[in-house]
């Protein structure tokens, strides 16, 4: 039959040059299989593109759905099984419960044993969703939802699912409540919440975008850990902690503005954030964990007055970091604070006694090209303590000018004991210990 059209189509423009009616012909014309007239042929080819436009409109109706669940847990039965698969975009109201999330899970990529299925689901708003009590565990044997609860690990392993709008009832965040979805891109934390639990989005590795909520107060450990492309979060003015590890390996994020009125910073907070160039410490802070900006990308940072204890590791192979400027009356510097940080070329330290340096506290620093600035009267005792002296430049802070008292010889006391690997340690141990005297000189005693 195509092959008739095909030689109809071409006896077209001979139709035409003889100046004879084209239809005239057509109607003449047979296909020679069917015999029937070439116009009817063709009536029978425009209905078969009807109903494959049809057919096609069906499809994409399948693919984007809008359903009010009007009963907790009769999502399975307004979904019929041929398009369980096929939805891509989905938009719900009404209530949910276990059975409903343990069905939209399937839809998104993974069975209540986090076992891959064939869903293509990729965008969900819950918006007008209220989370409920009740219904089969959505995951494994026992965990069920709560009401207005991002219960843990809700969505873990869904690996179709990118967009995800929560419902504007969600009043808290559980353990891992959205960690693991491996392909969400951006999410916005309803404006109830206030405080983003532990691992709250761990390991959304391709997570770009988070806008946070004005009331929030706390973002616990781990929360945004591993979100390798975060790029841009906002932390909202009543955040008060940010709790270990919570942006730890998150290597796109590149500048972030810490509120006033922030009191803690935990462990390894922004620790492997590779591109970040950019933070501030608020001067309001209490305190810093360990490993606070390990390998990062910063270049330049103060910290404010209220720090007087600067922890192990907190800028350890920050190997872009330039300037350092310490406000406050910082009485150690442990372990290895500057560890690796070979561009460092100044640095400010505003304590008026020499802070107790590690073995590792200034490895990998250039002596000769790292100038130390510190208060005028503070210059002779920062020149004769161990370490310190090693500093080629060795200056005072404009305006911190004063007479100084005559020098006095005083016998010189332990000032710091290290073990061999570089550790303090508070008293002798059994072998070699490295002890620092308070003239300046490092000896090594053998205790048995």
Not at 36 to 44: A, E, G, I, N
Not at 415 to 444: C, H, L, Q, Y
């Amino acid at each position: 039959m195509f092959i008739e059209f095909y030689y109809i189509c071409t006896a077209m423009p001979v139709a035409r040059n003889r100046q004879t009616n084209a239809m005239n012909i057509f109607n003449d014309l047979y296909c020679r299989d069917i015999k029937q007239p070439f116009q009817y042929c063709l009536h029978m080819k425009m209905n078969i593109l009807i109903v494959a436009c049809l057919l096609t409109a069906l499809s994409s109706a399948a693919q984007h759905r809008e359903l009010t669940v009007t009963t907790a847990g009769s999502l399975p039965d307004m979904i019929p099984l041929s398009e369980k698969y096929t939805i891509t975009e989905l938009k719900l109201k009404g209530q949910l419960n276990g059975t409903d999330f343990r069905f939209l899970r399937e839809m998104a990529g993974a069975d209540v044993q986090s076992e891959p299925t064939n869903g293509k689901l990729k965008s969900l708003d819950l918006t007008d969703c209220r989370i409920v009590r009740g219904g089969e565990p959505y995951l494994g044997m026992n965990l069920i939802t709560r009401t207005d609860t991002l219960t843990r690990t809700l969505f873990q392993h869904c690996t179709a699912l990118e967009v995800l709008k929560l419902p504007s009832t969600v009043k808290v965040i559980e353990t891992f409540g959205l960690g693991e979805v491996p392909h969400l891109k951006a999410i916005e934390v309803p404006a109830s919440v206030t405080e983003i639990g532990v691992g709250a989005f761990w390991k959304c590795a391709d997570l770009e975008t988070a806008v946070l909520p004005d009331e929030l107060t706390t973002i616990s450990h781990d929360a945004f850990r591993y979100c390798y492309k975060l790029q841009n979060v906002h932390i909202p003015a009543k955040v008060a902690a940010i709790k270990s590890y919570a942006f730890e390996g998150c290597k796109s994020l590149k500048n972030i503005v810490l509120p006033e009125g922030l009191k803690m910073l935990g462990n390894s907070v922004f620790a492997n954030c590779e591109s970040l160039e950019h933070v501030n410490l608020p001067s309001s802070l209490d305190g810093i964990g360990n490993g606070l900006f390990r390998n990062t990308s910063i270049t330049e940072i103060t910290v404010p007055k209220s720090i007087t204890d600067l922890s192990e590791q907190t800028f350890c192979d920050c190997k872009k970091l330039q300037k350092v400027n310490i406000l406050g009356e910082v009485g150690e510097f442990d372990g290895n604070l500057f560890d690796g940080c070979e561009a460092l070329k100044e640095l400010h330290v505003a304590s008026s006694v020499p802070p107790i340096v590690g073995v590792f506290t200034f490895r990998y620093v250039d002596y000769d090209s790292c100038a130390v600035y510190v208060k005028e009267p503070s210059l002779p005792s920062y020149r004769a303590a161990w370490d310190w002296n090693r500093f080629k430049s060795l200056q005072a802070e404009s305006g911190t000018t004063a007479v100084m008292p005559a020098a006095t010889v005083k016998e010189a006391t332990e000032v710091a004991r290290f073990s061999m690997d570089g550790s303090r340690i508070n008293r002798p141990i059994s072998g070699i210990n490295i002890v620092k005297m308070s003239d300046g000189n490092v000896k090594k005693v053998f205790v048995e």
